[in-house]
């Protein structure tokens, strides 16, 4: 999990199919390969064994799967999950941090409470972090700039903005291929962009 750092939240943004779950599921292999489990929070239906097979995960047993239904469950999960952690488990993700929230749509009178339901599975997931040491991920959704502007906003706002010290963008360029932009960096230089391909190990380097 080189670049991905330890004790903070790491949050990986973009459209569909740029490859933040496979990027999860690439975590989850180097740390059992570390000889530590992993937990994935899957709130998109994503977490696929197959796919590690096809990576090479054998012992696929040593990744405990949340699969919460909604927002409410999704904070029920983490709480247990707080609960359960120990110096076994190297890598936690959740898979999307948002999805679930956004299908509570945008009623006014609502609003307030999701966010502070947001903030406080931030909390949550920053405490699990910090006080286990170990790298953290949540992926999250982007909607259009309402302004005109051809750039992708990520979901959440200065809620998801605040918790994550890394940021990562993940994106599609007029050639169909896939960009990594680092948008947040605690001492490495941001707006650097490597370029990658998708294939049964994972992610690919493809900037030469």
């Known amino acids: 999990m080189d670049g991905v750092p330890e004790g903070v939240i790491t949050q990986v943004y973009g459209e569909h199919a ?15 390969l570390r000889g530590k489990k992993s937990i994935f929070v899957d709130t998109e239906g994503g977490f696929s064994p197959k796919r590690l097979s096809l990576m090479g995960v054998k012992n696929l047993e040593e990744i405990i799967v949340f699969q919460p239904r909604d927002f409410a469950a999704q904070e029920e999960s983490l709480v247990k999950l707080e609960r359960i952690m120990s110096t076994r488990i190297g890598f936690v993700c959740v898979d999307s941090l948002v999805s679930l929230y956004r299908l509570e749509g945008y009623d006014h009178k609502k609003r307030t409470e999701l966010a502070r339901q947001l903030g406080n599975d ?4 920053s405490r699990i972090a910090r006080d ?4 953290l991920v949540i992926t999250n959704q982007v909607y259009d700039d309402v302004t005109g502007g051809k750039e992708k906003i990520p ?8 918790w994550s010290k890394l940021i990562v963008k993940l994106e599609k360029d007029e050639q169909i291929k896939r960009k990594a932009t680092l948008v947040r960096h605690p001492y490495k230089k941001e707006g650097e962009s490597v370029f990658y391909d998708i294939g049964d190990p994972g992610i690919i380097d493809a900037s030469f």
């Open 18 to 32: 740029t490859g933040k779950t496979t990027l999860c599921l690439m975590c989850c292999k180097y740390s059992l």
């Open 122 to 125: 931030l909390l949550i997931l």
């Open 132 to 135: 286990f040491n170990i790298p």
């Open 155 to 162: 979901v959440g706002g200065d809620v998801l903005k605040y």
